[in-house]
C-alpha cells in the first residue's frame, strides 16, 4: 500500500464507522464524539503521538467533532428528498457538512500544534470560539435569516452561521496557516460526504429499502470524507506534527468527567455544548489527566446511557447498574492502557458491542436489515484495526 493510502483510508474507515455508530447509539453532540475520538486517536498513531499528549489531541478530537453535532438536519434532509426543495435542501446538507468538517479540522488541527502556541493564547482562542458561537447563533441563525429547516411545521433551531463564526474567531486570533490548511480540507471534505449524502437518499427514493438503509449509507458516507479531509493533511504536515515529547503523569479524573456527560444532554441553550465544549477542552489542556476520560470515559459513558434510555421496557435499576460499573471499568482500562493503541483498540470494540446489544437485546422484530448493519460495522472495525500502523508510519 502506497504510505499516503494508508494515511487517507485508515483514518477514513474509521470515521465512516464512528458515523455509522454516532446515527445509532448517540444523537446529538455526545453522539458525534465517537468519529471525533476514533479519528483523534487515528491520527496520533499515524503522526507517533503517544501517553498523555496523544490523550489531549483525543479529547480534542472528540469535542471538537463534537461541537457540530448541535447542527440539525433531519427537517434539511426531508427538503432534499421533496422535489420543489430538493436543491435547497441539499445545499443546506452541503454547507452543514462544510462547517463540521472546518470546525472539527481546526480543533483537532489546534490540538496537534498546541505546542506552538501559548496557552495563554490558547484559552483566548477557546474563549472567542465560544463568544462568536454564540454572536452567529443571534445574529443569523435565531432569527432565520438564512433556514435550512422546515419554516413552519415545527421548525427546528440551527446554528450552523454561529459555529462557523466560531471556527472563524479562533483561526483569526491564532493566525497559523496549518489550522487553516486543516480546517479548509475539512470543508471541502465535509461539504461532499453531506452533500453527495444527501443526494445518495435521493437517488434511492424510486426503490425499495436496501439491507443498508440509504440515511445509514449518507453517514458511512459522510464519515469516510471527512476521515479522509483530516488524513490529507495530516500526511501533508505530518513532518510539521509528529513525534512531539510526552509528559506522563498518573491521575484519575473520572468524577470529575461523569457530571459532564449527564450534564450535556440536557443543556437548554442551542450553543450549551459549545459552552461546555470550550470547558472540557480547557480542562483537558489545564489538567492532563483528564484528557482520555473526556476522550474514551465520558464517550463510552454517552453511549451507556443511550442504551439505557432506549430500553424502557427493561429492568431501569439494572441498566443504570450496567451504565455505572461498566464506565467505572471503562475509566479503569483507560487509566491502565494510556497509549493511543489500546485507547483505540478500547472504544473501537465497546461502541461496536454497544451497537450489537442495541440491535438484538432484545430480539427484534427485523432481523435482516439489523444484522446486515452490524456485519458491516465489524467489518469496517476489522479492517480499521488491521491498518492501524504496528510502528511509526512518519518514515513511510
Known sequence: MPPIARWILFPALTMSLGWGLRGYIGGGPLGAMIPGALV???LCLLLDRRGDDAAIVAAWGAVGVGFGGQMTYGQTIGLALAESTRAWGLTGLAVKGAIWGFLGGAVIALALLRHKFPRRDLLIALALMAIATFAGWKLLNEPKLIYFSHPTDRPRPEIWFGLLAGAAAMLAWLRNATLVHFALIGAVAGGIGFGFGGYIQVLGIPYPKPLIGYWKQMELFLGLMLGAGLGLPAWLHRHELG??????????????????????????????????????????????????????????????IDFQRNRPNLDQTALWAFVVVTTVAVAFLVEKFR?????????LITSVVNSMMKSFLPVPQDVTHLAA???LFALIALSAAWLAPRKSALAA
Open 373 to 375: 448493519m452490524e456485519t
Open 339 to 347: 497509549e493511543p493503541a489500546p485507547l483505540f483498540l478500547l472504544l
Open 40 to 42: 483523534a486517536l487515528c
Open 243 to 304: 513525534g512531539t515529547p510526552v509528559e506522563k503523569r498518573s491521575n484519575i479524573a473520572i468524577a470529575l468527567i461523569i457530571p459532564f456527560a449527564l450534564l450535556a444532554e440536557d443543556m437548554p441553550a442551542r450553543a450549551g455544548y459549545t459552552y461546555l465544549g470550550a470547558l472540557l477542552l480547557a480542562l483537558a489542556l489545564l489538567y492532563t489527566p483528564s484528557a482520555r476520560h473526556i476522550a474514551v470515559t465520558m464517550t463510552y459513558c454517552a453511549f451507556a
